[in-house]
């Protein structure tokens, strides 16, 4: 039997049993006499163990031949089994390795030995440029001088565009090694001259170049080249593809982590890093990732730890703004720019923009939402602010046109009485009575054009904010009193009764606050009930009215006029509003009268609004309270009474500091009747000098305006010396400002030009009552 051992061994043991065999029976002839006859039985024993030898013989012969059979195909058994380990091994090790360098490492040794090319060359695919460029070459070590000087440059310099090695050859056929019956010419894509591949193929010696593509799904990772000298052929050729295929799956998987690592890290930082929150949410509500900047938008309320797995609809203000959100999403799967309200933790609400997509799973169902949201509260102030910008354009548009239209209108009548009347004064023969209702007609226009430019000065100065309170106690019951006196004629002019129905005793009837802006506040109400009033009556007066705080005067202005539509009583104090747009033309008026009358009392800390009724008349009401603060000095002067005669005991030597020879000549005349001595100044260095050189001056009208000097530096100069003079200063810019600064240069008072002759001489009075003796 044969043996379970080394085959070789059981053969020899069979043949040697045999040979052992046939020479004990050979041993057993020769023993016998050669003449003695063998029996058949003998014989035939004999002849059979002879043809068993034979048989034997062949046996072994056969035996020996398949035992070498045996051996051969055992050694490629063998071989074949070493390949498949190596394979194995290979597929292991390459997808094992950690870098792109190590799989070019083991690809060099496993490569070269299995080809037993002379030369190799790996080349390695680069991202930047989409080329391939030499990583590692073998073989050529000795030769490197001679094959750089004859290339020009180093050898990992050469580049090789993928698409051009794509144009070449289909990438798909690459995948298996093949001849290049360019040579090194086809290698480099003709990149590298023809003359240059055939000199370095010349100092290698190469005869043959095999090539190999490292190309997985399409996509080009680098190649294998091998070179072989005369006589000496590619071997393994089925082992380098399948390493080569190995190779290529690992390439592509290692390239693939290496942008899954790079992208990862981009995207860590881009979530680390931006200003928007970032977002996913279930579709339950439950918060699955937020990014770290909820910190900056909760203005460091709230952390993303704080709020991951929390319901996200415990953050909005309206929970059914996420509902909506939801059915949106899942109608149209991406939504931007959806404004929601965000509450933070501190309960105040922040304004947001979301813009958000609905994740799809593979089955189809919604599975999350994904999103980003960003605080839009600037943006939404902007909104509001360009709004209002827009509202506040329109309505300066509007009151452009309403200006251009009142004040051309305002400014044209008059001035249309003006001319019209001076014209027809130069007509020869005119009567006395003819002549003195011109003159009244002009005059009527000439104020009627002051009060319109007042009231634009005014209006001017309110919205520059250089309106002043001045400060000073003021008779609420001297005022009412005043103003009856002094519109009491106008009204009997006009046929209407005109009536006071004061009810602040003479103790409660002091006020502190700014009276000229309580003269003008009431002079208006009074001329427009006046002005609105065709018959009947109209009616001023005055009460307490006590706050929760403090008590207020109020006071009314009644009429029977024409009244105000409910729809109008608002507007109406509004610049350049009439209550009756489409008629305004029958009323003269420049629409300005109670939105500055409004300011006004504003300044003083009250009220005003009006009660009316159409065709039946109107009520104004004002209050202003007992206390007004200061917003600018206390003015303690004395009250003015323009009906009151001064008891004069003699007459004055005046300086009018002056040099418009219009208004010279018209101080001249108003004052004549109080000049003992007047002298004329053309500048201010003029009227230091006159006041210098005669200390017997009362009284200097000082205009502001002059050449050389103006009227506050000659002031100045004139208080260095003299301190009892009394100086007034005219001022013609009728601007907050020159009145203070004219009383800051040491000014006694102030009067606005144009200059009103009683005006003029109330002021006189009040500071020179003691000198003068009649006016
Ligand atoms: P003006 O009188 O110069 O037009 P105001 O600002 O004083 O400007 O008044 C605005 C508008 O209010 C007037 O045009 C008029 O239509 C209405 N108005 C004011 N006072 C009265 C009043 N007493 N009776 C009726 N309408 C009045």
């Known amino acids: 039997m044969i043996r379970p051992m080394k085959k070789t061994t059981n053969f020899d043991f069979a043949a040697s049993l045999f040979r052992q065999k046939a020479e004990e029976l050979l041993k057993i002839r020769q023993r016998k006499p050669a003449t003695q006859i063998l029996d058949t039985t003998a014989q035939n024993h ?16 056969e035996l020996k031949h398949t035992e070498a059979a045996l051996l051969t195909s055992e050694k490629s058994l063998q071989e074949k089994t070493d390949d498949l380990l190596l394979l194995a091994n290979s597929s292991f090790k390459l997808l094992d390795f950690n870098s ?42 000795q030769f490197i001088g001679k094959i750089v000087s004859t290339l020009g440059k180093d050898i990992n310099q050469i580049q090789i565009p993928v698409q051009d090695v794509a144009k070449q050859m289909d990438l798909e056929l690459r995948k298996k090694i093949y001849c290049l019956a360019g040579g090194l010419h086809e290698l480099t894509v003709q990149k ?24 997985w799904k399409g996509h080009y990772y680098g190649g294998a080249s091998f070179g072989f000298k005369k006589g000496n052929k590619i071997k393994k050729s089925d082992l380098i593809d399948t390493i080569s295929n190995q190779a290529s799956l690992a390439l592509s998987r290692k390239y693939a982590e290496k942008s899954l690592t790079e992208n990862e890290k981009k995207y860590r930082g881009i979530f680390e890093n931006i200003q928007d929150v970032y977002y996913e949410t279930a579709t339950d509500g439950t918060i699955l990732e937020l990014s770290p900047s909820i910190k900056l938008l909760s203005k460091g309320q709230y952390t993303r730890e704080d709020l991951i797995g929390k319901p996200i609809y415990d953050y909005y203000e309206d929970r059914d703004a996420r509902s909506k959100l939801i059915q949106e999403l899942k109608k149209c799967r991406q939504i931007i720019d959806y404004e929601i309200q965000l509450i933070n933790k501190d309960g105040s609400l922040v304004n947001c923009s979301i813009s958000a997509e609905l994740i799809i799973d593979p089955q189809g169902n919604p599975e999350k939402i994904v999103g980003t949201f960003h605080d839009i509260t600037n943006r939404k102030q902007s909104e509001e602010d360009l709004k209002s910008a827009l509202t506040k354009a329109k309505e300066s548009d509007r009151l452009k046109s309403a200006f251009l239209a009142n004040i051309s209108h305002e400014i044209r009548t008059p001035m249309n009485g003006i001319l019209g009347f001076s014209t027809l004064l130069k007509e020869p023969g005119l009567s006395g009575d003819q002549q003195k209702e011109y003159i009244s007609f002009i005059e009527k226009s000439g104020e009627r054009m002051l009060n319109t430019i007042n009231d634009l000065m005014d209006i001017s100065k309110i919205e520059a904010g250089q309106m002043n309170v001045i400060v000073s106690e003021v008779n609420m019951n001297e005022r009412i009193n005043n103003l009856h006196h002094f519109f009491k004629p106008k009204c009997q ?36 009930a006046i002005k609105y009033t065709p018959q009947g009556s109209i009616e001023v007066g005055c009460g307490i009215v006590h706050a929760i705080h403090e008590s207020y005067v109020q006071c009314h202005v009644k009429d029977t006029g024409i009244g105000i539509p409910l729809s109008r009583q608002q507007a109406i104090f509004d610049r350049f509003v009439h209550a009756d747009i489409e008629d305004n033309a029958v009323y003269e008026g420049s629409g300005l009268g109670l939105s500055i009358s409004k300011a006004y009392v504003e300044m003083l800390g009250g009220k005003i609004w009006v009660e009316s009724t159409l065709g039946a008349g109107s009520t104004f009401y004002f209050t202003v309270p007992y206390q007004v603060h200061p917003q600018t000095r206390n003015n303690t002067e004395e009250e003015a009474n323009p009906g009151k005669e001064s008891v004069l005991s003699k007459k004055l030597n005046i300086l009018i500091a002056e040099d418009d020879e219009n208004s010279k000549l018209f101080m001249t005349i108003s004052l004549e009747r109080l000049t003992n001595q007047l002298f004329i100044a053309r500048t201010g260095l003029e009227a230091v000098k006159l006041v210098s050189d005669h200390p017997g001056i009362d009284l200097v009208l000082m205009d502001i305006r002059m050449p050389e ?28 400002g020159d009145q203070e600064k004219a009383i800051e240069a040491g000014c006694n008072d102030y009067i606005s030009k144009p200059i009103n002759r009683i005006r003029l001489l109330e002021v006189i009075n009040r500071h020179l009552r003691s000198k003068l003796t009649n006016f």
Request: proline residues 2%; aromatic residues 8%.
């Open 493 to 528: 002019e006009k046929g209407i009764q005109f009536l006071v129905k004061n009810n602040l005793s003479p103790d409660k009837s002091i006020l502190n606050s700014d009276r000229n802006k309580i003269d003008a506040i009431l002079s208006n109400l009074i001329l427009n």
């Open 46 to 61: 004999f002849h059979e163990l002879e043809l068993n030898q034979i048989e034997l013989e062949l046996l072994y012969a």
């Open 100 to 141: 792109i360098d190590e799989i070019y490492h083991f690809l060099g040794s496993k490569l070269l030995q299995l080809s037993g090319a002379d030369y190799m060359l790996l080349s390695e695919y680069n991202e930047l440029n989409s080329s391939t460029t030499p990583k590692l070459w073998f073989g050529i070590d």
């Open 709 to 736: 000097l103006n009227g506050y530096e000659a002031t100045r100069r004139i208080r260095e010396f003299n301190s009892k003079v009394v100086i007034i200063a005219q001022t013609a810019h009728g601007l907050a």
């Open 192 to 215: 590298v001259p023809k003359a240059i591949c055939v000199a370095i193929e010349k100092i290698l010696g190469i005869r043959e170049i095999y090539s190999i593509g490292f190309i």
